[in-house]
């Protein structure tokens, strides 16, 4: 915990001060956060940090892979269906970004199925991107392969947003907009998906 | 996108340059994080914002309210344990730190059916924090979202005791090989209080010499190098 710690005592030196008035407000007020931002686990891809953004403007949902599942009414517990209720429904945020990243480890294990081998859980929830392995079947540069899935990840997650009858019902009339975004760890690169096109399209 | 791209620049222009080398060198090694952090999906309880953590330092989890699910239930939802397995067994973490907060609205949903009632998904997910909450609802208590204080602890230290029923988890520990702690975050005043696992009682972090016990021997010391300024 003591990196934290330090990590911690740093944030109520610098950023405290700076954000003081604005976390009061936060609290007295409640969030009203305008993104919900659905992005990987990977430490080297965080939201808050690539979008430089306050406290107060991300709701954030982080899995592995950065996946949305597809709107399942049976009364399993899902937590990033739950997450995407709360953000749209109650939250009533304006924006849904979906982010992918470069390297990441959980495009691999849907290419290489013995990643996941010994580690509870991940095949299934990997399994979810089973239309994106297939997908990408053809290409043979594993490195384009990669590449092609973390993109085509993003747009299967928009794909299943769109499944969610709250979400569609938004979208259609104007409330909510969806968009998706890759970040090159390598080079620190924003690309966005143009929906028009399926294109992704660096930033500048 | 507007705000978001203005933020990207932003980042372009000021933390891109600081952090170039690091970035680069993760993506050739991959990253290699120490901590699995296990927060709130909540705007404002922004753990890598709150620990300035640097890129690759905090493996992150966010849903709402912070919520570790039962390692054996079979109910069809993976996501939260996909990805402590993956921390813990493909990454190695060396900590699992569950993070709650003030006025969370998971928690206050848990405590209060009606609030959770027309939103899908919601009711069932925080359904799982009940045994934390469920000795703190006072009566009459609507669920607003304030004053939950002792439930929000009692969420996370439900998740803790589910984490330790996770087999990978309970094992790494007994060896010394894995820390799992508790943190709760207080947005109003920025105070964050520890989990005390002798006591079990959250304290906060500003009381001097309060943490001589959790600077034992046994844990990786920390890396001034890698935190941009010296807060003491």
């Known amino acids: 915990m003591d990196r934290l710690i330090q990590g911690y005592r740093a944030f109520k030196s610098r950023r405290w001060p700076e954000e003081r008035a604005h976390y009061e407000e936060l609290a007295a007020k409640g969030q009203k956060p305008d993104y919900l931002v659905i992005a990987c686990s990977d430490s080297r891809a965080d939201p808050a940090t690539i979008f430089d953004a306050a406290p107060g403007e991300l709701f954030v949902v982080r899995n592995v892979a950065g996946i949305v599942p597809p709107y399942e009414t049976d009364s399993g517990y899902h937590g990033t269906s739950a997450a995407l209720a709360f953000a749209v429904v109650t939250l009533g945020v304006k924006q849904i970004l979906v982010l992918g990243h470069a390297q990441c480890g959980g495009i691999a294990a849907a290419i290489d199925g013995r990643l996941t081998e010994g580690v509870p859980f991940l095949g299934n929830w990997i399994a979810l991107l089973e239309p994106v392995r297939a997908h990408s079947a053809h290409v043979h540069d594993p490195a384009a392969r990669h590449v092609a899935m973390e993109r085509d990840c993003v747009k299967l997650s928009l794909d299943n947003l769109m499944s969610f009858p709250f979400v569609a019902e938004r979208v259609k009339d104007g409330r909510l907009r969806l968009n998706g975004a890759r970040f090159g760890i390598a080079d620190g690169r924003l690309e966005i998906l143009d929906r028009a096109s399926g294109e992704f399209v660096a930033v500048e | ?232």
């Open chain 2, 1 to 232: 996108m507007d705000r978001l791209i203005r933020g990207y620049r932003e980042f372009r222009k000021t933390r891109w340059p600081e952090e170039r080398s690091n970035y680069a060198r993760m993506a050739k090694r991959g990253q290699r994080p120490e901590y699995l952090l296990i927060a709130c999906s909540d705007s404002r309880s922004d753990p890598a914002t709150v620990f300035s953590a640097n890129p690759g330092e905090l493996f992150v989890v966010r849903n709402v309210a912070a919520v570790v699910p039962p390692y054996g239930d079979d109910t069809g939802f993976y996501g939260t344990r996909a990805a402590i397995a993956y921390a813990v067994m493909a990454l190695n973490v060396r900590n699992v730190v569950v993070m709650g907060h003030a006025q969370c609205g998971g928690v206050a949903a848990a405590m209060d059916s009606k609030v959770a009632e027309s939103i899908p998904f919601l009711r069932e997910w925080v359904s799982l924090l009940k045994p934390a909450v469920e000795s703190k609802i006072p009566k009459g208590h609507h669920g607003h979202g304030h004053g939950n204080t002792d439930a929000e602890r009692a969420a996370v230290k439900l998740s803790i005791e589910r984490l330790r029923g996770y087999p990978f988890i309970a094992e790494r520990e007994k060896t010394g090989a894995l820390h799992v702690d508790g943190l709760r975050f207080d947005i109003a005043n920025g105070i964050l209080e520890v989990l005390n696992h002798d006591t079990g009682e959250f304290e906060p972090v500003e009381r001097p010499g309060l943490f001589s016990r959790w600077f034992g021997s046994g844990r990786r010391a920390a890396t001034p190098a890698n935190i941009r300024t010296a807060a003491e």
